[in-house]
């Protein structure tokens, strides 16, 4: 009786309550909730870290949540892997389609289509016929014989969208589908959703433009620091209102900015160009004892800017400037030569070594101070790391300890440390505490300061605002691959960095 | 100093040692392990340099046929000047040339090295065949057979070689500057960049070492007989990577020692023989270097598999 009471309510696709997952210690998601009726689409926004990217994660199986339910159609979930997912038809369409390039189009769909025995004959006319029949449908022009490798990104995309229709899945999540779109593809993009929509299937939909959300989402969740803000009707939400929601958190104790005098322009770029990178036309400059933060959403080329100047990527245009002088930088040993250092993001990958010793890491730039006669002094190495681990309190049993047994917040220090040890005048952080425990973040900030305060220029990179807006004597903002907007700390507020961010 | 790899190697020599004395001590007469070192310092000559290739994250499979050409070379040189130093010379830079070539293709057009390697054993391999027409090099002058030194002399000045060789390498590989730049390159190439250091100049360099340290190898084999073989080196690159695999190398690079690979070339060398001494068929030498092999990539492949779980619990998410 009660049930039937209900049936006037879209029926869930799926429902998931009081999800919470961390990673070693660091809170991605506390207790979020989302759900998906039948036939609606529903958004997910925040701020880049705010957990989308996990809680889809956790609903197509690739990670498991610590505690909370998923039920899917009625029926709760017990073991989630992707195999099941699939089954119960979950299908996710990444911003980066994950495709096999040397097959064609009717191979990939047939890949993840097909069931059978391994030794059953493979029907080519058929895939072939399943492959026009469902690009038909999300309606493409796309040859089913073409390799998926000489295919457009938004051509892949589409490979995939008739991937997700002909596993008749029900729940369909997008996650940033029209980042690397034209408008008309997003508009073709568009249709195929409202069909999705039509044969009552229900669609997550992730994205940061937000006037494609208004346009699409029937529903919004925010998410912001791994908890839900709020699950909204679209057309009860204005951008203003959810721009607030996204960022709306009070600035605490825990950015204790400290008054430097400003010296000298430090550095000094005009209209740096980088045409491999996407980087236009960017000018900018930072003084001594000042701290630029570059924000901007990820994609929007900060890190590609940065690379640009220390050389990684030579710059096609444009010029760059230390202390006023013009100078050529081409390679990251122009750079150091310069005086600047580049602490890159992801620092596993590109920042530390994660098989050599505390000591070697730290030396690796500056051999030279460390070395005579081009030979490396054992002793001075090892004090040189050990006083770094001391001023930068690295936690480690000596600084012969691999780095890649260190925690993620140690290791990032040695990274600085490396970095330090050169005694740059620049110094460019790229998500100086990403991923790093709550400790190690404040000890990152308080050092920072310090930096400024000897006089360092330092332009760090930060996808979290409160770190921007706590930390920065000047913010730049990047959208596109330029800053779009450039203001002093007294004016910056989370809204007009976000809003610029966004590309208003 | 030493880590584990370099302990476990030692024990397990210490331990063959050992059963040796007591049953077979014939094994340690002087002609025997005379015998043994030179047919094995070859395969210590050119592993020092394979082994600096392997940090760096590349592979050099074309030794064999640069260790055949630079015999022949050595030959052709002493023939025609009758100086030993010039064989040196000839055969040390012909091993240089042909490593830059190797090297230029890998560093600078970032071919990927066992592609490139593949086809300069092929190619070395056949040239040489059709350069020589397979005859040997024979008629060498008198000087140049044992250097002119007494038969038995001969083993001591190239055992000296070899150990100021395999010191001075690993001294510079652990002192020098450069030695950092190809253990960092090996194991992080964007983060040596990042550092600021020519990884594509140390790649490069790497290969010009090992195709040196080839045409040394080759030299000092080839002064063992009165004539010189066109085919010599034969599996010579299996050899020396098997060597280097089982002293610790890391075959992706970064990770290894050159006191490591000398005990793998010891532990290998000496295990055939040392069959024939103990009585068990000498058809067991193949398979029990082969299970030496796995076994010191599968203590590898644990290790690594344990450390990336560490390595993961401590550093939260990506």
């Not at chain 1, 994660?57 to 017990?78: M, N």
């Not at chain 1, 400003?262 to 209209?271: I, K, M, N, P, Y």
């Not at chain 2, 599968?298 to 939260?316: C, I, L, Q």
Request: proline fraction near 3%; glycine fraction near 10%.
């Amino acid at each position: 009786m009660v049930a039937s009471g209900l049936s006037d309510v879209p029926s869930l696709l799926l429902d998931a309550r009081d999800i919470s997952k961390s990673f070693a210690g660091l809170r991605a998601l506390h207790r979020v909730s989302f759900d998906l009726r039948a036939g609606e689409v529903h958004a997910l926004v925040g701020e880049n870290g705010a957990g989308k990217s996990t809680l889809i994660k956790i609903v197509t199986g690739a990670e498991h949540a610590d505690a909370g339910t998923i039920t899917v159609a009625g029926a709760p979930l017990t073991r989630i892997d992707p195999h099941t997912t699939r089954a119960l038809g979950i299908a996710a369409i990444y911003q980066q389609p994950a495709l096999f390039p040397h097959l064609t189009v009717a191979e990939n769909i047939a890949l993840s289509l097909e069931r059978g025995g391994s030794w059953r004959r493979i029907d080519r006319k058929a895939r072939r016929r399943r492959a026009s029949e469902l690009l038909d449908r999300v309606g493409a022009s796309l040859h089913p014989d073409r390799l998926v490798g000489t295919l457009t990104m938004p051509e892949q995309q589409v490979v995939e969208i008739a991937k997700a229709i002909g596993a008749e899945a029900r729940i369909v999540i997008m996650d940033e589908p029209t980042a690397s779109l034209s408008d008309r593809e997003v508009a073709r993009l568009f249709e195929v959703i409202a069909r999705l929509r039509a044969a009552d299937a229900g669609v997550i939909y992730i994205s940061h433009r937000l006037e494609e959300i208004a346009t699409i989402a029937d529903r919004i969740t925010v998410l912001r620091d791994g908890e839900t803000v709020a699950t909204r009707d679209a057309r009860d939400l204005t951008r203003t209102d959810l721009i607030r929601m996204m960022v709306g958190r009070e600035l605490d104790a825990v950015f204790p900015k400290r008054q430097v005098p400003l010296g000298e322009t430090a550095l000094s770029v005009r209209d740096l160009s980088n045409a491999r990178t996407g980087v236009r036309r960017v000018s900018l400059s930072v003084r001594r004892g000042e701290i630029l933060g570059l924000a901007g959403l990820v994609g929007s080329g900060r890190t590609q800017l940065a690379e640009t100047i220390f050389g990684l990527t030579p710059a096609s245009a444009g010029e760059i400037a230390i202390e006023g002088t013009p100078v050529t930088i081409v390679s990251p040993a122009d750079a150091i030569d310069r005086g600047i250092a580049y602490v890159p993001e992801d620092r596993r990958q590109h920042g530390v070594v994660l098989e050599m010793s505390i000591a070697a890491n730290t030396s690796l730039a500056n051999l030279t101070a460390v070395s005579r006669h081009g030979l490396i002094t054992r002793e001075a190495e090892h004090r040189a790391a050990r006083q770094y681990v001391n001023d930068l309190r690295i936690k480690a049993s000596s600084v012969d300890a691999e780095v890649g047994s260190l925690s993620g917040g140690n290791q990032q220090k040695v990274a600085l440390a490396r970095w330090l040890a050169t005694k740059p005048s620049v110094l460019i952080l790229d998500e100086p505490t990403q991923g790093v425990d709550v400790g190690s973040k404040a000890e990152i900030h308080r050092l920072m300061q310090d930096l400024a305060e000897r006089g360092m220029a330092i332009i760090m990179i930060s996808s979290e605002l409160p770190e921007i807006l706590g930390m920065s004597d000047r913010i730049a903002v990047m959208h596109a691959g330029t800053i779009v907007a450039t203001m002093e700390r007294a004016d910056a507020t989370a809204a007009n960095v976000m809003a610029a961010a966004l590309g208003h | 100093m030493f880590h584990r790899r370099e302990l476990s190697l030692i024990i397990v020599i210490a331990a063959l040692g050992l059963v040796l004395a007591a049953i077979a001590p014939g094994y340690f007469a002087r002609e025997n392990l005379s015998d043994l070192f030179l047919g094995n310092m070859p395969v210590l000559i050119v592993a020092i340099g394979t082994t600096v290739v392997i940090l760096t994250g590349n592979i050099d499979i074309s030794v064999g046929s640069v260790f055949a050409i630079c015999g022949v070379v050595a030959g052709i040189a002493a023939k025609g000047s009758g100086s030993v130093l010039v064989a040196t010379i000839a055969a040390c830079g012909v091993g240089a040339a042909l490593g830059a070539l190797n090297g230029s293709l890998v560093a600078f057009l970032r071919m990927p090295s066992i592609v490139v390697t593949l086809a300069t054993m092929v190619a070395l391999r056949d040239g040489l065949r059709w350069g020589t027409e397979g005859a040997w090099v024979q008629d060498l002058p008198p000087g140049f057979q044992w250097f002119g030194l007494p038969q038995s002399s001969y083993p001591v000045v190239a055992c000296a070689i070899v150990v100021v060789l395999q010191s001075v390498v690993a001294w510079a590989m652990r002192n020098l500057a450069v030695g950092r730049a190809v253990y960092a390159t090996g194991s992080n190439e964007t983060a040596a960049r990042l550092a600021g250091l020519d990884t594509a100049r140390v790649t490069f360099g790497v290969f010009i070492v090992a195709g040196a340290l080839t045409g040394l190898a080759a030299l000092l084999n080839s002064v063992r007989f009165n004539q010189i073989p066109s085919n010599a080196g034969l599996g010579l690159e299996m050899k020396v990577i098997a060597a280097a695999v089982v002293g610790g190398a890391a075959i992706r690079g970064g990770e290894g020692s050159l006191s490591g690979t000398l005990l793998g070339v010891i532990l290998l060398g000496a295990i055939g023989p040392a069959l024939t001494f103990l009585g068990v068929s000498a058809y067991w030498e193949r398979a029990l270097q082969g299970a030496i092999i796995l076994a010191a990539v599968a203590v590898d492949a644990v290790r690594e598999r344990r450390a990336f779980h560490a390595a993961v619990a401590a550093s939260g998410p990506a």
